[in-house]
């Protein structure tokens, strides 16, 4: 289906979390299908995923993969939406029955940020002062910070990015860990004080990218969305997701990458860190950008062979336990 071709108008149908930022996210790539296929109708159908409604919680502990996206995939398989828009991080590796990933589109800055109080202007990451507080959700982030500044004091930290930054403004935290994506994406760029470097931070599978998932077979919707495919966003993502999958992880473990493609050459870095920052297991694979998924999978192997299994099984076990 070409922007040109003259066919009846029909209407479609985007679900979306009715967060901020994945609204600003749906409504891009409404607007941008809707410029490519003025035949068709767009419409942004929202609604709210467990995650968005149990904000007191630390993400490990609520756990379960697709904690952001289940509500939507319930929506398209009861064919309510047509297709939903995620950040492509929250995306499990493994899709329910009948959904595909159809479309990565071009990625932000896929790196983490530091944002700090206002009395911490003049500080990096690395100088502030010992017992500072920052706060982060995520345990990939945790076990990295930790491993590096055991000096600093880390806090868990929930809610929307404004809510988050409220927090930090407040005096609660004196520093907070965001994606840079997602402040670029809120027009808050302004607030990333620090962009830390992937020797310090790796980030998370497919931070920065949006992925489009739809039913699988409904070739009408998927030639619509691959028109905002973007091609080496989607091979660096796919060795990504490949390598998470592989080692089965989810938000409950912290597992770290960073990929880049120079010509036909894809790099992807992956660490396993256990949750005290204590072990931190990390390797890198360079193949060709068509063999993205192989790479993952192949790196997976390699830590799995250099110690990242053991750790696995202690989160795995702990996890189980509830803790």
Not at 298 to 323: T, Y
Request: hydrophobic share 40%.
């Amino acid at each position: 289906m070409s922007p040109t071709t003259s066919a009846p108008t029909r209407t479609v149908r985007i679900g979306s979390r009715k967060s901020q930022l994945a609204l600003v996210q749906t409504y891009w790539v409404q607007e941008q299908l809707q410029q490519r296929f003025p035949q068709c109708t767009f419409e942004v159908h929202t609604m709210s995923t467990q995650g968005d409604k149990i904000l007191d919680v630390p993400l490990a502990k609520i756990g379960d993969k697709g904690l952001f996206t289940k509500e939507l995939e319930v929506g398209m398989l009861s064919n309510e939406t047509d297709f939903a828009v995620h950040s492509l991080k929250d995306l499990p590796t493994n899709l329910p029955e009948g959904l595909i990933l159809g479309c990565v589109s071009e990625r932000e800055n896929p790196a983490d940020a530091l944002v700090v109080h206002a009395n911490h202007q003049d500080k990096q990451l690395e100088t502030l002062p010992p017992g500072a507080i920052v706060g982060t959700s995520s345990l990939r982030r945790l076990a990295q910070l930790r491993h590096h500044f055991p000096h600093l004091e880390f806090k868990d930290i929930r809610g929307n990015l404004n809510t988050r930054l409220a927090k930090l403004d407040e005096g609660e935290y004196d520093a907070i860990i965001l994606a840079v994506a997602g402040l670029q994406r809120l027009g808050m760029g302004d607030r990333v004080h620090q962009i830390i470097s992937p020797e310090i931070s790796l980030h998370a599978v497919g931070q920065g990218a949006l992925g489009i998932e739809c039913r699988a077979g409904d070739d009408e919707i998927l030639e619509l969305i691959k028109a905002l495919e973007h091609t080496e966003t989607a091979q660096r993502c796919y060795a990504e997701r490949a390598f998470l999958r592989e080692l089965e992880g989810g938000c409950q473990v912290p597992i770290g990458v960073n990929t880049k493609i120079e010509g036909d050459q894809l790099t992807l870095t992956g660490l396993v860190a256990s949750l005290d920052g204590q072990r931190l297991i990390k390797d890198t694979v360079t193949g060709t950008a068509a063999t993205a998924e192989l790479l993952g999978i192949d790196l997976a192997h390699r830590l799995r062979q250099q110690g990242a299994q053991e750790i696995l099984e202690e989160i795995f076990a702990l996890v189980n336990r509830g803790s």
